[in-house]
Each structure stands twice: as C-alpha cells, then as structure tokens.
C-alpha cells in the first residue's frame, strides 16, 4: 500500500540486474524522505530472510509482486523462474502464515489463461487454465495452487491478482513499449512480432494500483482463497500501442514485422467483473492518454528534450 494510504510500508527487494539495477534505485529515490516508509533489501527466495522481517516489523498485510518477469526470458533460463516464482512464493507464504498475516495480495498473471482466440467475452477467473504455454505462466499457475492449499491448511486468507500487461512510468525495460519508444527516439527499426496483430489488455499502473489497494482492503473470509483479474478490459492490437507511442513521441516508428516467438500468446482480455464488484474497480486511463505519459517521464528520465 503507498505510504499516502498512512500505512507503515516495506518495501522488498534484492536490485538484481536482469535490468538495469540504475532503474531500481532510481524508483527508490522517490520514497526519500518518507518517515513512514523503509527498504530492506534481501532475495524473497533465501530461507527466514522474509521472514525476519515480518516477525520484527509486526506487519499485518502482504503485497506480494516479487518474481521473475518475462515470457521469452524464461526460454533460456528457467531455473530463474524455479527459483524466484516458485521457491520464493512458497517462502512468502510460508513467512506468512507463521507471521498471522491477516492477508496476503500476490501477482499472479493473465498467462495462466493460455493461447486464446480474441473473442466477445473478457477471459473470466472461472475459464480453464491447464494449459500453459511458456514455463513463466506455469509458475505462475502452480503459485495459485500453492496459495489456495496455504490458506485452506493454515487460515490465512490470499488473493491473486492475474495482471493483464501493465505498463507506464517507472516500467520494466524488457516489455515491448519500453524497448520500442528507445528506439523510435534513437530512428532504429523495432522488431514488431505476429504482423503486429496480437492483442493485449493494455493497463495503466495507476489503474493496477487502485485496484490492488481495493483488493487488499477487502479480504476474503478466514481461510479463503480466490484469483481475480485486475486489467483494462480494453484489448488493444500491438499496432495500436504503436500508433499511441508515435502520437506521443512525435516521429514514426521503422517497423520490421517478424514471426510470433515460441511462448507468445495471441491476445489477452480482462473480465473484471468480479474485482468491479468487491472494490468498485474501473480502470479510467486509455492507452492514448497512458502511453502519453510514458514518454513524458521517460524523457525526463533520460534527459531528452
């Protein structure tokens, strides 16, 4: 929860540098001076590192959000993913339910829904999700599964939030509107995959944020578990986030259409009709407006004119 709410936050992270650890410390800056707000850093996955904090800060909410990113990362290194996703949400958990928190908020992901056809209905949290098609959404899947058997062992109630490609400010380099505003300023070709139709439900974090704090705020019964999708319930084409980003950017991208890559699902699509109901969640910013004020931090960040 930001520290705004009047919460006493912790914020946890290990700064690793599957990119660049600059970004990182540069979002940290942004909570200097915050009484109410302190940093620990340590790697989630260490045995009793979590776990130490959460017994000397008394803390009674969890906002669980740490893992390994990335759907084409995980091709090449998929221990990566067994490591952070997989060992280090069985840690948090496992932290938790010693602490008595009284409720945990952990990301999961819209990837767990597989490769589907775009269609008239939003993916909806009671669809089928056996079949992953990147080891990312399988572990993230398999991180559900071990929450809904932690809260009916132990009591403790959870939520996973499937996120549905957030994207603004202060974003991941790795996701695709990150990499191609860079190389639209700097006139360098971007590699546009699936002929640019593939479709994603593009949304903006100040969006995520509101319905993440409404989601904390309204905890399922002890011993609960449940998954929500938290989204834009917009679906947008990939051309369609470019045609945003050279809105905003003022100059036209050079595009070099390549195919689909292993992993890669075909569209994405939010039903939030449940997240709607329990918080009033109604995400406000369009990709025009969002991807607008991308650029103007990033080239605030970066020191362009």
């Not at 340590?42 to 906002?63: K, M, Y």
Request: charged share 20%; aromatic share 10%.
């Amino acid at each position: 929860m930001p520290p705004a709410c009047g919460e006493r936050v912790i914020g946890v992270d290990n700064l690793n540098d599957y990119y660049d650890p600059a970004l990182k410390q540069g979002r940290l800056r942004t909570f200097e001076g915050l009484e109410n707000f302190r940093f620990e850093r340590l790697d989630i996955a260490t045995p009793g590192a979590l776990a130490r904090v959460l017994a000397e800060s008394g803390a009674d909410r969890v906002v669980h959000l740490a893992a390994q990113a990335g759907v084409r990362y995980s091709i090449d290194n998929p221990f990566a993913y067994g490591q952070s996703n997989l060992i280090g949400h069985l840690a948090v958990i496992e932290a938790c339910r010693h602490a008595g928190i009284a409720h945990l908020v952990y990301a999961s992901s819209s990837s767990v829904y597989g490769d589907r056809p775009l269609e008239g209905a939003g993916f909806n949290e009671d669809d089928p999700t056996v079949s992953p098609v990147s080891l990312y959404a399988a572990t993230k899947r398999s991180c559900e599964l071990m929450s809904q058997s932690y809260a009916a062992l132990f009591g403790f109630p959870q939520t996973g939030l499937r996120f549905f490609t957030v994207y603004g400010p202060w974003g991941r380099p790795d996701m695709a509107y990150f990499g191609f505003t860079q190389k639209i300023l700097a006139g360098q070709p971007i590699e546009v995959f699936g002929e640019g139709k593939l479709a994603r439900d593009f949304t903006y974090i100040d969006d995520i944020v509101d319905g993440l704090i409404g989601a904390l705020d309204h905890p399922p019964a002890p011993g609960g578990h449940r998954v929500l999708n938290i989204g834009n319930s917009r679906p947008e084409t990939v051309l369609a986030m470019i045609e945003a980003l050279e809105s905003a950017l003022g100059k036209e991208a050079i595009m070099v259409m390549k195919p689909r890559p292993p992993g890669d699902v075909s569209a994405t699509y939010a039903d939030v009709g449940k997240l709607h109901a329990l918080t009033g969640y109604a995400p406000k910013v369009a990709i025009g407006d969002g991807m607008a004020r991308f650029v103007d931090w990033y080239r605030a960040f970066h020191g362009f004119a």
